[in-house]
Structures are given as C-alpha cells and as structure tokens.
C-alpha cells in the first residue's frame, strides 16, 4: 500500500517511527509532507538569517525514518548547548542549510542527507517556498508567525478564527502532488492542529491535490489539548477545524485515543491548561466518518503522547480493513 503521512512537528516523526518497520513488508511506499512554516528556535534562526525553509521539522522526520538507530543519526539530532552562534542549533538543522546553499536546492539537501541515513521512505516539504503563518484571532488581533500564534493564543483572551499563509500563492513541489494523487492512504496528524496540521493544508495544491485523490483518508486525534491552539476542543471540533480549511468534508476515519493518562501527568498538563481530548465518538460518527478508538498511550514516558508501535498497530488494522473491502 502507497501511504502518504501529512504534518510537522514531534506528532509526526513519533508516527513515523512506528510505521517505518512496515516497510517494505507491508507499506510499498511511505511519504512524508512536511510543514515548513516553523519560525522558533533554530530553524527560525536559519529561515531569518539564510531565507531558506525552516529546516527542523524535516530534520525531525528524516530522523525518524533512518533504517538504523546508529551513531550518524545520533550526529544529526544533536544540539548544541554552548557557543555564542552555535547554542541552539541543531547539526542537522545546519547540515541542511549548508546542503541547500550548496546544491541551491531544498529538495536536494533533503534527498542527500535521507540518502546519507539511509531512510525507509521518502521526506517531502509542503513547499520550498519561506512561508509565513498568519491568524486572526477573535479579539480582532492579526499576529504573523507560528510562534507567535501559539505565544498570543497562551494568553487565553481570544481564538483562532482564521488562519492562512504570507505569500497566499506558494506552490507545492510536483513530487508532493503526485504522491498524494498516487496514495492509497492518506494520514494527516498527529500533532498540533493549527501550526503543524493545517499548514500543509493551506498549501492551495496539497488540499486540491488531497481532494482530488481517491486515496482513504484518516486523521489522528491528538492525545491532550494544545494551550493556546486548542484549548477545549474535542475530537469532533479538530474535525471540523480541518473541514473549515478545506471547504469541505474529506475525511473518511479518525482515530481516537480511550486511554487515559496517570493523576501525576494529568495534573502536569493542566498546570499548563492542557487537559485530554474528549472522544466524542457520537458526533464524529454523526459527522460520517469511521471512527478507530483505543487507548494508544505511551505509558513508558512521564507525558500524554502516542505510543508509535500502538499507532502502527492500528494502521495495520486500517489496511487490513481496506484490503478487506
């Protein structure tokens, strides 16, 4: 089966660390589309002073699918932690960039370096364009950047109503489009709905491409609330956040977390006012979807994330069920 898996941050490189070891058994083809509109850190660091994409959620991806667990990718995770221009940055952030500066191509230094660890799989951006997210909040505020968004929204005086990209017209790479339109199974999430999910989608062809592709679609339901994106939200109001973008309804699944994290971690989060998302499987199931729902924690870390091997467990079931049909 083709699989295309859609979106940035940690959510998706904990995906991807899962469903690597499907390959080439049971996946024929696994893709990555990944958000470049990080403007934190060290990747905000590199688009600001070298105007290239933010490379760090690639990096974070490229990682993830290395076939081995070795030395060379231990170097291209590490980050510096003194040095008055290097502390900060990631090695791999700035292997990149040199890359890019060098070949004078994103997509390039992308392939070089998912050749140099050997990744099962193939990483693409949503563009190779620098890209600014901009939302209006319903305080009438206008912020731009997504650190800036997520910063604004911990504020707690007002939500997201809108969000788009600065320039509206960037174009998606072709690789991007063909692998959607060739997908068996699109995966959007895990991760943060509104800096790591959405971006991809707002891409004008990633969403035509992702209409127009017959491929079953599934999102993944985050575990806990994000503070300041989307505090209260239930599974069924992700849902309709993704199809407010869009235009439209697309989803065909949505899977679900039942588990419920230990006292000591649930308390940890609402410190931050971040709490677990409601799985409201009556209103998804209202709203047309299919809906997979288990407890997909991972209990070995002391935070309300997936368990990748959980994960990958059910998106076998997923294919099975599609085979089925």
């Known amino acids: 089966m083709k699989v295309v898996a859609m979106g940035g941050g940690t959510g998706l490189s904990n995906l991807l660390k899962g469903i690597k070891h499907l390959v080439p058994e049971e996946l024929k083809d696994l893709t990555a589309i990944v958000t470049v509109s990080d403007n934190g850190g060290s990747s905000g ?23 081995d667990e070795d030395i060379l990718t231990e170097v291209f995770k590490y980050r510096f932690s003194e040095g008055e221009c290097l502390k900060g940055h990631s090695f791999g952030n700035l292997f990149l960039s040199v890359l890019t500066k ?56 007002a939500k997201i109503e809108k969000i788009w990209l600065e320039p509206s017209d960037v174009k998606a790479p072709q690789e991007a489009i063909q692998k959607i339109l060739q997908a068996e199974l699109i995966i959007l999430g895990p991760g943060s709905l509104y800096t790591s999910i959405i971006p991809n989608l707002l891409v004008r062809d990633i969403k035509n491409a992702i209409l127009e592709s017959n491929a079953y679609k599934i999102y993944i339901c985050n575990v806990m609330t994000q503070y300041g994106e989307t505090d209260g939200y239930t599974a069924s109001d992700h849902v309709k956040a993704l199809y407010d973008v869009v235009g439209r309804p697309f989803l065909d699944a949505v899977i679900v977390n039942t588990g419920i994290p230990e006292n000591k971690i649930i308390e940890k989060y609402m410190e931050e006012h971040s709490e677990p998302v409601v799985a409201d499987i009556g209103n998804l199931v209202r709203m047309g979807v299919k809906v997979y729902a288990k407890n997909l924690l991972n209990t070995s870390w002391n935070l309300a994330r997936h368990n990748p091997i959980k994960l990958a467990s059910l998106i076998m079931e997923v294919i099975h069920d599609l085979k089925v049909k």
């Open 102 to 157: 060098i070949t004078g191509n994103f997509l390039e230094a992308i392939e070089t370096v998912s050749d140099i660890l050997k990744i099962k799989g193939q990483i693409v951006p949503s563009t190779i364009e620098v890209v600014d997210l901009v939302a209006k909040f319903s305080d009438g505020s206008v912020i731009k950047g997504e650190t800036q968004i997520t910063e604004y929204g911990k504020k707690l005086i």
């Open 45 to 67: 660091r590199i688009r600001e002073e070298l105007n290239i994409p933010a490379p760090g959620d690639i990096r974070n991806c490229i990682t993830a699918l290395a076939e």
